[in-house]
């Protein structure tokens, strides 16, 4: 998934139960200290993405935190001039 070209959350469609997300490296450290369910991210730069499994320990609540994270993660990259096209955006 993208946002302005600019990828927050990869799935595999193929069946994997993963997804990867863009996160704050200290964050991320936090997160793998505390969950079986969040690894460094397979093909990624592992401090800055993690991988977290569907099927351990982060609930549906905390995936969608975490994804939520990686967008903002993302989208606090962006200059002031492209944050304001993207809300302008239908």
Same mark, same amino acid.
């Given at each position: 998934?993208?946002?302005?070209d600019k990828m ?12 990867s997300l863009?996160?704050?490296? !200290?964050?991320? *450290?936090e997160?793998?200290?505390h969950? +079986?369910?969040? #690894?460094?991210?397979?093909? %990624?730069? $592992?401090k ?6 569907f099927?351990r320990?982060?609930? !549906?609540?905390? *995936? ?5 994270? +990686?967008?903002? #993660?993302v989208?606090?990259? %962006?200059? $002031?001039k ?9």
């Amino acid at each position: 998934m993208k946002v302005m070209d600019k990828m927050f959350a990869l799935i595999d469609l193929e069946g994997a139960n993963t997804i990867s997300l863009k996160c704050d490296p !200290d964050y991320a *450290i936090e997160l793998r200290e505390h969950y +079986s369910a969040i #690894e460094g991210a397979y093909h %990624f730069h $592992k401090k800055y993405w993690n991988q977290v499994y569907f099927d351990r320990d982060a609930d !549906d609540k905390l *995936i969608k935190q975490l994804i939520d994270h +990686s967008y903002d #993660e993302v989208m606090k990259k %962006f200059t $002031k001039k492209l944050r304001t096209k993207y809300d302008a955006l239908p």
